[in-house]
């Protein structure tokens, strides 16, 4: 079954629950040219991890559509250090918003995984059937469970309450917007923010964690958030479905390509004692393919756009100087 589907968003309300994270600001950006009606929350008016207040806004505010990107998130070192906010922050919050949803009388919700959900050794590329056939990477598997219960209580609503509650699965997502926390962000920012600081200070060596012989697939998040508003238009199926861009490299030539971009000259040295997480982890992205969706921006411009949006200092925990 494809799970091709029509649904108009035209005129829709549209709920982004984490509308200040990199995906959920890029879904924002992406909505905006939709012709429907975006409604955000600040943390500060609305905690997701309050069952009451969830309740209260999604009721004041009744969207029709919501696409859940709210999440506790972080890179290989932050899944390892915050096991129970990983874990039970991230369970809150998607118990809230969906249920919440349906309470309200959502008639489409998004929910946004991660490519952590699949066992450690899936085959590759990995297909959405290697769900729980397998042990998850211990690194991450907090999160992953997580998302894995997420997930889940879309397909539980779909069945028991016919909600059209969806799911996907991105790969590694870089851009615009990222989280610069020197230790607790994803590889793309990291390297970014360090490549960036080494080469004002003129750093002769810069240090790349674990042995840089693990493959990643990187997917920029403007794709990803197109990916998002093309499933909400086009999509229906109780399977989560996978988005990746098939743009696989080792993190030593990540590495090397993010220096070039930054315009960092010194060497690379690998901290074999930060540990490397999952071997490899490339989506098949064969169904969302096939139902006609595919990405528009390759590796290397989309590091660029994404150095340039650093330099502008758009990004979070940017309490360095990112002039260059
Ligand atoms: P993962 O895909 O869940 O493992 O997420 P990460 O983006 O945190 O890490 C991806 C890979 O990049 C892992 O093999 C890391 O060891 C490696 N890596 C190399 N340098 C860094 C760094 O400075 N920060 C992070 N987070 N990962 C790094």
Redesign the pocket.
Same mark, same amino acid.
């Given at each position: 079954m494809t799970g091709a589907s029509t649904y108009n968003i035209f005129g829709k309300r549209v709920f982004v629950a984490g509308h200040r994270g990199m995906v959920g600001s890029a879904v924002v950006r992406r909505l905006a040219s939709e012709n429907c009606t975006i409604l955000t929350a600040d943390r500060r008016e609305l905690d997701l991890t309050k069952e009451e207040l969830t309740l209260r806004w999604l009721e004041a505010n009744h969207p029709e559509i919501v696409v859940h990107a709210a999440a506790k998130v972080?890179?290989? &070192? &932050? @899944?390892n250090n915050f096991p129970v906010d990983f874990l039970c922050d991230n369970l809150a919050i998607e118990l809230n918003v969906i249920r919440a949803s349906h309470a309200v009388g959502v008639r489409r919700l998004l929910f946004l995984g !991660? !490519?952590?959900i699949y066992p450690k050794h899936a085959k590759q590329p990995i297909s959405e059937d290697e769900l729980l056939t397998g042990p998850l990477?211990p /690194? @991450?598997e907090w999160y992953a469970i997580a998302k894995i219960a997420g997930l889940k209580m879309c397909q539980a609503h779909r069945r028991q309450h016919g909600d059209d509650f969806i799911s996907a699965m991105p790969t @590694?997502l870089y851009g615009p917007g990222d989280n610069y926390h020197p *230790? =607790? !962000? =994803?590889? +793309? &920012? &990291?390297?970014i923010r #360090?490549f960036h600081e080494a080469k004002l200070a003129n750093v002769p060596t810069v240090?790349?964690? %674990? /042995?840089?012989t +693990?493959r #990643?697939e990187f997917l920029n998040v403007d794709d990803f958030a197109d990916a998002c508003v093309f499933l909400l238009k086009q999509y229906s199926s109780d399977m989560p479905i996978n988005v990746g861009s098939g743009d696989e490299l080792s993190?030593a030539d990540?590495?090397t390509t993010v220096a070039d971009v930054v315009g960092y000259k010194g060497k690379l040295v690998? *901290?074999t004692s $930060? +540990? *490397? %997480? /999952?071997p490899r $982890?490339l989506l098949d992205s064969s169904r969302i393919r096939g139902l006609g969706w595919r990405p528009n921006i390759a590796l290397r411009p989309g590091l660029a756009a994404a150095y340039a949006d650093f330099l502008k200092g758009h990004g979070r925990h940017l309490e360095v100087n990112a002039s260059s």
């Open positions: 972080g890179g290989i &070192a &932050a @899944n !991660s !490519s952590c990477e /690194t @991450n @590694n *230790d =607790h !962000s =994803h590889v +793309p &920012a &990291a390297l #360090r240090t790349v964690w %674990g /042995t840089g +693990p #990643r993190i990540f590495a690998f *901290d $930060k +540990p *490397d %997480g /999952t $982890k």
